[in-house]
Structure formats: structure tokens, C-alpha cells
Antibody, heavy 124, light 108 residues
Framework: QLQLQESGPGLVKPSETLSLTCTVS??????????WGWIRQPPGKGLEWIGS???????YYNPSLASRVAISVDSSKSEVSLRLTSVTAADTAVYYC????????????????WGQGALVTVSS | DIQMTQSPSTLSASVGDRVTITCRAS??????LAWYQQKPGQAPKVLIY???RLESGVPSRFSGSGSGTEFTLTITSLQPDDFATYYC??????????FGQGTKLEIK
């Protein structure tokens, strides 16, 4: 069964860069059936999609974050990475890595597997 | 961008009840909608995809309906394990993926 594990610093200073890595336990990272997304959830609030990326290198970001975000897929390491620059307290959240079905291939586009999440606090 | 609006925000019900949660999209999204369940301290889990398709392993008391702009999630015969927060999410490729604000299902 697929497992996703987020890792990275739990505390980031304002104006600095948030970096997280998601380790994927199986070889679905190289499958054209899937892409890889990051979703975040501020404490006590709802879910916000950050962006999704394919192992081919293409990506799709939330326009509200696009100027600050980068997501990459490294199939050789079975890792999906998230970078978010110039963070503020508003970026404090649990960050989830998730596998997303590719609509044109799988006829569905939901996030079918999620990591447990990583809490990142932005504070000096 | 497509906005997703869920109602109600909070729902109180008892074990054995039948409940319905509604999700409305600000534009037509065909059947490109999923429903998730989230329990405190846990990641969301997909229940329904393509508006009506039950994810493997999800109990049959969960069902989804709708297309276009209006969708519903129905849970028949509520079980203690069902008390959680539920989110809808669209995956229409022409708009950033967005989630509804969530519906918290509480024990009455």
C-alpha cells in the first residue's frame, strides 16, 4: 500500500523559504496515471490546494501562490519537493503531500492517497 | 476561479440517522467532484470521486449524487465512526482546484 511521508523543518522564520520533501513508497511516482500535489490546512481551518506536478516536469499552481511556490518530482529519489518563498505567519499550516489521479488518463482527478501531514510554523 | 460552497457548515445528528451535505459550484463542473472525510489529527480520505463513484473500501452507506453545479453527499444509517468533517473538491482542469469550506458532522 502506498505511503507518503512529509519531512522538513517545523519552524521557519518570516521572509525565509519553506522547504518540504515527500517520500513516496512505491514506483507510482513515475506513472503517467498520477501527478503529485501539495495541500495545506491552517490550524482550525479548511483545505487549500497549493499546486500539483508531474514526473515529466510540468506543473500547475494555485494562482494565489504561484509567484512564491515551486513543486518538483524526482523519480530517481522517489521524492516530491515543495518550496515556498517569502513566508509570513499566514503560511503557518499543516502541509500535506498527496497523490492525484490524472483526469485524462484515469477519468478521475481526486487526491487518492495522502501523507500524514507536516506542521510548519512561521515565527521569528 | 470556481468557488465551492458547502451547506450546512455544521450538522448535528444521531447514530442511525440519514444525513445529506450539499456542495454547490459557482460554474458547471460536469461530474468532476470528490468528497473527503477528515477526522481530527488525520489527513483527509477520499470517499467519492467523479461525483457518484464510491472509492474502494468505503462503506456503501456513503453515496454521492449530482452533476453540473449541485452535488450531495448522503450517509445512511450514521455510525459512530462517521462523525468527522467532510469536504467537497472540484478538479475541473480550467480552474484552480478548490475545496469547499467543510461541514462538521457532530453527535446530537
Amino acid at each position: 500500500q502506498l505511503q507518503l511521508q512529509e519531512s522538513g523543518p517545523g519552524l521557519v522564520k518570516p521572509s525565509e523559504t519553506l522547504s518540504l520533501t515527500c517520500t513516496v513508497s512505491d514506483d507510482s511516482i513515475s506513472s503517467s496515471t498520477y501527478c503529485w500535489g501539495w495541500i495545506r490546512q491552517p490550524p482550525g481551518k479548511g483545505l487549500e490546494w497549493i499546486g500539483s506536478a508531474y514526473f515529466s516536469g510540468s506543473f500547475y499552481y494555485n494562482p494565489s501562490l504561484a509567484s512564491r511556490v515551486a513543486i518538483s518530482v524526482d523519480s530517481s529519489k522517489s521524492e516530491v519537493s515543495l518550496r515556498l518563498t517569502s513566508v509570513t505567519a499566514a503560511d503557518t499550516a499543516v502541509y500535506y503531500c498527496a497523490r492525484q489521479q490524472v483526469v485524462v488518463v484515469a477519468q478521475r482527478g481526486d487526491f487518492d492517497s495522502w501523507g500524514q501531514g507536516a506542521l510548519v510554523t512561521v515565527s521569528s | 476561479d470556481i468557488q465551492m460552497t458547502q451547506s450546512p457548515s455544521t450538522l448535528s445528528a444521531s447514530v442511525g440517522d440519514r444525513v445529506t451535505i450539499t456542495c454547490r459550484a459557482s460554474q458547471r463542473i460536469s461530474s468532476e467532484l470528490a468528497w473527503y472525510q477528515q477526522k481530527p489529527g488525520q489527513a483527509p480520505k477520499v470517499l467519492i470521486y467523479k461525483a457518484t463513484r464510491l472509492e474502494s473500501g468505503v462503506p456503501s452507506r456513503f453515496s454521492g449524487s449530482g452533476s453540473g453545479t449541485e452535488f450531495t453527499l448522503t450517509i445512511t444509517s450514521l455510525q459512530p465512526d462517521d462523525f468527522a468533517t467532510y469536504y467537497c473538491q472540484h478538479y475541473n482542469s480550467y480552474s484552480p482546484y478548490t475545496f469547499g469550506q467543510g461541514t462538521k458532522l457532530e453527535i446530537k
